[in-house]
């Protein structure tokens, strides 16, 4: 079945420095990829999304491409914040099938 | 205005006991969802509703029963509590039809400790 692999965390970064949460999947045909933020005691909120091979999602900084070859969906960003702080959950979703499936989550630290 | 609402927010429930969450969106989407997320963060598709129909049901134990009297609601029942029951549920929504890139919007969580 469909599945995605993150990496283990907690990553710990200070202030300022660059981000890369890998994430890769499993899938048949051709899913939609997503970045999911848990801010702590709150719930999912979409980070960004990209629906087919070579597509850029983006937002807040944050950036992940869509790489077919690599089966890969990784997440970065150039310069993290205190507030970046949070538990990232990479998923997927494959076509006739209405539901999300998530990676473990990668807890992110971001000390000042 | 908030988009997926699920209440009650925290709950804190003697074992055997049964309990109800409730979930309403407001964005009028057909499609409803209930997830798990366990103690290690691991988030898991218990059922999805289209349409008041039931179209994903992830072998959850039938002490859960999920209801949905209309597209915008999305109710869960859990009969005779266990403490492995003890979790954060979270409701969401999304518009079935579209493409897979189909966005699904999550409530707030609902915090269950069973004691």
């Known amino acids: 079945g469909d599945s995605v692999t993150q990496m283990e965390g907690p990553v710990t970064l200070s202030e300022e420095a660059f981000l890369t949460i890998n994430c890769t999947y499993t899938a048949t045909g051709y899913p939609s990829l997503f970045w999911y933020v848990q801010y702590p005691g709150e719930g999912l909120q979409l980070l960004l999304k990209?629906?087919?091979?070579?597509d850029k999602g983006s937002n807040k900084g944050f950036e992940a491409t869509y790489r077919k070859e690599t089966t890969s969906f990784h997440l970065e960003k150039g310069s993290v914040q205190v507030s970046d702080s949070a538990v990232y959950f990479c998923a997927l979703m494959n076509t006739g099938f209405q539901k999300l499936v998530f990676g473990t989550g990668t807890r992110l630290l971001v000390s000042p | 205005d908030t988009a997926v609402s699920q209440t009650p927010k925290y709950l804190v429930t003697q074992m055997g006991n049964d309990k109800s969450i409730k979930c309403e969106q407001n964005l009028g989407h057909d499609t409803m969802y209930w997830y798990k997320q366990d103690s290690k963060k691991f988030l898991k598709i218990m059922f999805s509703y289209n349409n008041k129909e039931l179209i994903i049901n992830e072998t959850v134990p039938n002490r859960f029963s999920p209801k949905s009297p209309d597209k915008a609601h999305l109710n869960l029942h859990i009969n005779s509590l266990e403490l492995g029951d003890s979790a954060v549920y979270f409701c969401?929504?999304?518009?079935?039809?579209?493409?897979?890139?189909?966005?699904?919007?999550f409530g707030e969580g609902s915090w269950l400790t069973v004691v």
């Open positions: 990209a629906t087919k091979a070579d």
């Open positions: 969401a929504s999304s518009r079935l039809g579209q493409s897979s890139g189909n966005t699904i919007y």
